[in-house]
């Protein structure tokens, strides 16, 4: 386990990516619980990697979610409706993770889906180079539908806790603290236990961020 600082972790994870080769776009996922810090991570990242003259693609499971009537049918506050009804991995792999991968064409869309309309989009298709990387941040990464079409698999470790925590503040100006907790300790929280039981996702990373801390983060490196 390492420990350091902000700039030195990311350093770390833009050197793992820089190691990949692959004859294809490297694809990376950055999974983790809700409010663990992963889209911060990937943002961060990109913004490292585009800084080293990367080419890089940015895109989150929020833009391949299903339309709001049809994620619900287990209720709006079901842990298994979280894990099973809420993400299109169909579609995920057909227009961005495939393409992107061995034998892909690279000809790629980054979203299907606009969470604020609640309604299908579908942006243009656009080409990657075949140096690119794809930096993709959302929950459930790991799991069967996804787990080989990632080229490096990074895991935000944070207490579940902390993310109740940091779900307060982040979402306050749309949010009650009682409704927050409520779909944290009823849908979130229960809905990532499920995962760690049937998947095991840190057994999958090949790096996990312990990002209790955000600016003093600790990382491990799982060994080739």
């Known amino acids: 386990m390492d420990h ?3 700039d030195e972790m990311l350093g770390r994870l833009a050197e793992a990516v820089g190691s990949i080769a692959v004859a294809h776009p490297t694809r ?3 999974d983790g619980p809700p409010a663990a810090g992963k889209t911060t991570l990937a943002d961060e990242l990109a913004v490292a990697l585009r800084t080293q003259g990367r080419n890089v693609i940015r895109a989150t ?3 391949f979610l299903f339309p709001r009537a049809q ?3 287990r209720g709006e506050y079901s842990a298994e ?3 099973f009804d809420t993400h299109n991995y169909d579609a995920l792999n057909r227009v961005l993770l495939d393409p992107l991968g061995p034998g892909g064409d690279r000809r790629f869309q980054h979203a299907v889906y606009d969470r604020t309309a609640d309604a299908a989009v579908s942006p243009p298709v656009t080409t990657a180079p075949a140096d690119a990387v794809l930096v993709f941040d959302g ?3 790991m799991r069967p539908e996804l787990i080989d079409r990632w080229d490096l698999r990074i895991f935000v470790s944070t207490a579940f806790e902390k993310t109740v925590d940091r779900a307060a503040v982040r979402d306050r100006r749309v949010s009650s603290r ?3 907790e409520r779909r944290w300790r ?3 929280i229960p809905s990532q236990k499920l995962y760690f039981a049937k998947v095991r996702p840190t057994r999958h990373a090949d790096i996990v961020v312990h990002n209790d801390e955000p600016q003093q983060p600790a990382w491990f490196f799982r060994p080739a």
């Open 4 to 6: 350091g600082t902000r």
């Open 28 to 30: 990376v996922a950055i």
């Open 61 to 63: 499971i929020d833009d």
């Open 71 to 73: 994620r619900y049918p």
């Open 81 to 83: 409706g979280c894990y």
């Open 139 to 141: 929950v459930f990464l």
């Open 178 to 180: 009682a409704d927050v």
């Open 186 to 188: 009823e849908r979130y």
